[in-house]
């Protein structure tokens, strides 16, 4: 066996302190954007859902085309921000 430091040893000092500090407000900062993403896609899912429901209701608006698909894209997204 030799004196020599280890490939996996790690010492600590300030400077590796605060590299781990760093990296862990890192992960926070991506958790918090994954968190804001979700929500988004929620809201916007809700938004559309609303939104196309309430539109026949107006005066001067035609029927829609395909009157199933503004609820699929809306649940699409509620989905897509429950599973992120």
């Known amino acids: 066996m030799t004196d020599e430091p280890g490939r996996f040893q790690v010492k600590a000092t300030a400077e590796s302190y605060f590299s781990w500090v760093r990296t862990r407000l890192s992960v926070e900062r991506t958790l918090m954007s994954w968190v804001r993403t979700s929500v988004a896609l929620i809201g916007f899912g809700f938004t559309i859902v609303q939104f ?33």
């Open 52 to 84: 196309f429901e309430r539109l026949p209701r107006m005066a001067g608006v035609a029927p829609p085309l395909l009157p199933e698909a503004p609820r699929c894209l809306g649940l699409a997204l509620i989905g897509a921000g429950c599973c992120r």
